[in-house]
Structure formats: C-alpha cells, structure tokens
C-alpha cells in the first residue's frame, strides 16, 4: 500500500492536536482546519454551555446544512445553463 | 425578540440528542443530520480508536473540505458563463 501520494498534516482545532492524512496540501489542510476551528469559536460564543462533543457535532451539522444550499445553488445555476443552450 | 420564524427540531447524532433552533424546516434539519450521523459513523469504521469529539471535528473538517471544493467548483462555473456573455 503505497503511501506515497499522501500528506501527513498536524493541525490544532479547538485546543487539540489533529493529524490529518489526505491527498490535499498541507497548506489546504490547515486552511479547512482553521475555519473549523473559527466556527466552533463562534458556536461556542453564542452557547458557552456546550460541551466539545456537541459543540464539534453541531460545527458539522452548521458545515453540512452550508454544503446542501450550495449544492441547490449549484445544480440551479448548471440548470439555467442548460435552458440557455437548448 | 420574536421566536415565530424559528423551528426546534430534536435529532439523534451518533447516540446523543441535539435540539436545534433555526429557520430550516423540521425535515430538512433531520436530513442535515442524518448525514453528518452517517459521515461520522463512516469515519468511525475507518478508525475505530477517535473517541466522539475527534469524530465529530473530523467529521467537519471533512464537511468543510467538500464545502470548498464545490465553492470553487461554483466560482469556476460562473466564471465560464460570464465568459461566454462578454
């Protein structure tokens, strides 16, 4: 198993030492890393209560509902492409 | 502050209960979750030894990566339309 095309990246997320192994760079890979950081800050802001389980799970959920919308727009946009072109 | 355009939806996410506030529809929010409930049970099997809270950030981190892969995927397909109307 060659493990050649991957990368070995050390990130820090909400206080913890993550070691992330992917094709990406480690520059792309600290980049993810930092805004998930920065959003489990600002969910932390707005409800101190939450434990880091919860707080990381409703960071995913807050990240996933983002993906969704922007895949709508996406598939909207490709969409009118095609009406133009018929 | 009025709470009328809000919805409390409770979901299940990987064995703990979550109550969440926003404008979303009820089945959209069950949706959401439900995938972030699968990715992280996908991650799980990849690497039975995280315990929940390095799920759960892997699990965003991992979110926030396909968020921007198709945010650039976006920008290069408006990108390609706006060059086809000059």
Same mark, same amino acid.
């Given at each position: 198993?060659?493990?050649?095309?991957?990368?070995?990246?050390?990130? &820090?997320?909400?206080? %913890?030492?993550?070691?992330?192994?992917?094709? =990406? %760079? @480690?520059?792309?890979? %600290?980049?993810?890393?930092?805004?998930?950081?920065?959003?489990? %800050?600002?969910?932390? &802001?707005?409800?101190?209560?939450? &434990?880091?389980?919860?707080? @990381?799970?409703?960071? @995913?959920?807050?990240?996933?509902?983002?993906?969704?919308?922007?895949?709508? =727009?996406?598939? =909207?946009?490709?969409?009118?492409?095609?009406?133009? =072109?018929?």
């Amino acid at each position: 198993m060659s493990q050649t095309d991957k990368t070995r990246t050390t990130v &820090d997320i909400y206080g %913890r030492s993550y070691t992330i192994v992917g094709t =990406e %760079r @480690a520059h792309h890979v %600290r980049m993810v890393s930092s805004l998930v950081d920065q959003k489990m %800050r600002e969910i932390h &802001d707005a409800n101190k209560s939450l &434990d880091t389980t919860k707080l @990381a799970v409703l960071t @995913a959920v807050n990240t996933m509902n983002d993906y969704l919308k922007l895949k709508d =727009e996406y598939a =909207e946009l490709l969409g009118s492409i095609k009406q133009k =072109e018929d």
